[in-house]
């Protein structure tokens, strides 16, 4: 898993700028896990990670979100249950394929534990301040 | 006479009694009469749950069946009330008897079909649109995604942008500013607004709805604790803690006193972590940083107690139906003592500075919910027992050793929103008295009593294996309920014949505390909606489920 993440960041070296969570609290993640993410508009955003799983309600949200971003714009999903509902696969409310509706470059698949690796991707976008230019 | 000789005389043969429960079925033209009657003159004065189970694998004349779940307080008795319908046949609606049916009778026609006269029945958890007659919790039904609807957003706004002309210059739609304890997608609270007060407010859910019930019909005995824990992520270990409790009512199997007393434990820590957590909410809106730092010491030691249980095991459920998922030594206990003690240091530190504080009551003053009204939303848990009702399921009816240990029910007076904290905070207190007398006295002998059972995840016929051991009972359905840090967490179980799940309904007390949200805060400023919405400690998953 990590090593996935370290190749993605990678790849998106020269481009990547500012990310945009879909389905994190970040506040609430502050207070409770330690890790501080600064909020960002969806319009400044090129590169939306979608957390957990997408309901088809859920899905008009994540479509607006996708669609106010600037181009080019790059999507990720972020643990299992984001790509293909996890211990949900079976339900009927749930979008199994978020392919089917929105252009995905990255899959990451396994269980994600927020502290670690989300600090990892947060660090590895840290450390190319110059291009992102943002202050983290 | 004894209610059970009354019900008896009145039902006859249609009444039956299994285990804690009484069963009742009654035909469909008397539903009005025999639930009005309940509550009249046999006291089942609190409604608990509703739900709906499609028949069609029994062959008989009707497809549907309808449950009402009932609970005389003075009795300490649950009932189940069965009608059957057919398809095409209405219902009664009962809202003027029950507030929070207005909920699941929407749900009723939502998910299965069946129809409720004079009642509002938009859909409520799934995206789908109101014309198109599709049914997912229907035996027969098949995944079509293509007949969801994707404009829900839309017409949300439509809705609720009706108001009549003379008042749309005065008054304005809001949404309420959720974003620092839920995330964004959630759920949603609209707002109206006319002169700094709460005119009309609406609550949109369902946004992460993921057929829960449905996958249990499908699926696993075993592993569905682990789905109702997701529910409920602050209040830890009660939803395992629920299903084996209610799966081992079901075959009667009876497990050791040492993992009694050893869930007994987690239990009451998951309530102080709920607690905490909600705390943590209420004070980061007056901001007071020194007491947030207090509420995260106690929660990380929880943490730390809970992980030291689970040395080097990867699994997450600390219960497993039979026993627990490890044992412990004489060094944990310790340990946890010592932990518990400093707990109780930081308890203390928080409620010498904020109990009688003016400024803290003075944030939490409003709110008030009088009796009446707290029965006649069927609220249970912490925001009951600040109304004043002594009510409490571990005193009441105690399962486990609840009955052996020495603990209080903190009441509260009014019932706003201070009278709530109190109650929680005294709860807490309560809870950790009950956690040392049962590191104390913590019984010898193993975690598992059964052989059979060790290993029951990796078994094909699991059902098989359960039934065998409960020679006893030939039990087909169980209504099981404990005290969650919320309120009432209960499950209803029904098997069919060869003992696969039939279904699987949840009772969570987030349903009902959302949906009178509305009406506690009418006619109320707009400054208190949030302070009031904290202090009712909703989880969202719980509703949508």
Not at chain 1, 113 to 126: G, I, T
Request: hydrophobic share 40%; net charge negative.
């Amino acid at each position: 898993m990590l090593k996935t993440l370290n190749k993605i960041t990678e790849y998106f070296d020269s481009k990547l700028c500012i990310p945009y969570f879909f389905g994190l609290n970040l506040n609430d993640l502050s207070v409770q896990e330690g890790i501080k993410i600064p909020e960002h508009d969806p319009e400044e955003c090129d590169l939306l990670v979608v957390v957990g799983v997408v309901t088809h309600k859920k899905l008009p949200f994540l479509m607006d979100i996708y669609a106010q971003m600037k181009e080019p714009k790059w999507v990720v999903l972020l643990g299992t249950d984001a790509c293909s509902g996890g211990i949900y696969y079976n339900s009927y409310s749930i979008i199994k394929d978020l392919a089917e509706y929105i252009p995905v470059d990255y899959y990451i698949p396994g269980g994600i534990s927020l502290k670690k690796d989300l600090s990892v991707l947060l660090e590895n976008l840290k450390s190319r301040k110059g291009i992102l230019g943002i202050s983290f | 006479m004894s209610l059970e000789k009354k019900l008896q005389n009145r039902f006859k043969s249609n009444f039956k009694v299994e285990g804690k429960m009484y069963y009742l079925e009654a035909s469909l033209h008397e539903q009005v009469q025999v639930l009005v009657e309940l509550k009249d003159s046999f006291s089942f004065i609190f409604f608990l749950d509703f739900f709906v189970r499609d028949l069609i694998n029994e062959k008989g004349p009707k497809r549907f069946e309808v449950n009402y779940i009932l609970l005389s307080m003075g009795e300490e008795k649950r009932i189940n009330v069965a009608f059957k319908v057919d398809e095409g046949e209405k219902l009664h609606s009962l809202n003027f008897l029950w507030k929070p049916l207005a909920w699941y009778e929407r749900e009723a026609k939502e998910m299965y079909g069946v129809y409720f006269i004079y009642s509002h029945c938009k859909p409520l958890l799934t995206g789908m649109s109101e014309k198109k007659s599709m049914h997912p919790m229907r035996k027969d039904w098949k995944n079509n995604y293509e007949d969801f609807n994707f404009d829900i957003q839309k017409k949300v706004f439509d809705d609720l942008h009706y108001v009549r002309a003379e008042l749309s210059e005065s008054r304005f739609w809001t949404q309420l500013e959720l974003s620092q304890f839920y995330c964004d997608t959630d759920w949603k609270v609209f707002v109206e607004v006319e002169e700094e007060k709460i005119q009309r407010s609406f609550v949109d859910v369902g946004y992460n709805h993921l057929g829960i019930e449905k996958i249990a019909e499908n699926g696993d005995i075993v592993n569905f604790g682990s789905y109702i824990e997701q529910l409920n992520q602050n209040a830890k270990f009660m939803g395992s803690f629920l299903w084996c409790y209610s799966i081992e009512e079901l075959f009667d199997i009876q497990i050791s006193d040492r993992s009694k007393t050893l869930r007994m434990i987690f239990k009451e820590l998951g309530r102080i972590h709920d607690h905490i957590c909600l705390l943590r909410k209420q004070l980061s809106l007056v901001k007071s940083i020194e007491l947030i730092s207090h509420c995260n010491e106690v929660l990380i030691t929880i943490n730390l107690i809970f992980r030291s249980y689970l040395k080097n095991k990867n699994t997450q459920n600390l219960f497993v139906i039979g026993g627990m998922a490890s044992d412990v030594n004489s060094f944990w206990v310790i340990e946890s003592l010592e932990q518990i003690e400093k707990i109780e240091k930081n308890i203390n530190t928080i409620t010498n500075i904020l109990n009688n504080n003016t400024l803290w009551m003075e944030s939490l003053t409003t709110g008030e919910i009088p009796v009446k009204d707290a029965f006649h939303w069927s609220f249970s848990g912490p925001t009951l027992r600040a109304s004043g009702v002594n009510y409490d399921i571990r005193k009441s009816s105690p399962y486990y050793f609840y009955s052996d240990v020495n603990f209080e029910v903190p009441l509260g007076v009014k019932g706003d929103n201070y009278d709530r904290y109190l109650v929680r905070i005294r709860e807490v207190e309560e809870s950790l008295k009950i956690v040392e007398q049962l590191l104390d006295n913590l019984p010898l002998g193993k975690v598992f009593a059964n052989k059979d059972l060790y290993g029951l995840s990796r078994l094909k016929n699991k059902t098989k294996v359960l039934r065998e051991l409960s020679s006893n009972t030939q039990r087909k359905r169980v209504y099981t309920s404990i005290e969650s840090s919320n309120g009432e967490l209960g499950v209803s179980i029904i098997l069919n014949e060869s003992d696969n799940v039939e279904r699987v309904h949840l009772r969570t007390p987030s349903y009902v505390l959302a949906q009178s949200f509305p009406e506690l805060v009418k006619g109320k400023y707009y400054a208190y909606a949030l302070p009031i919405l904290m202090s009712l400690n909703i989880s969202v998953p719980e509703i949508d489920r």
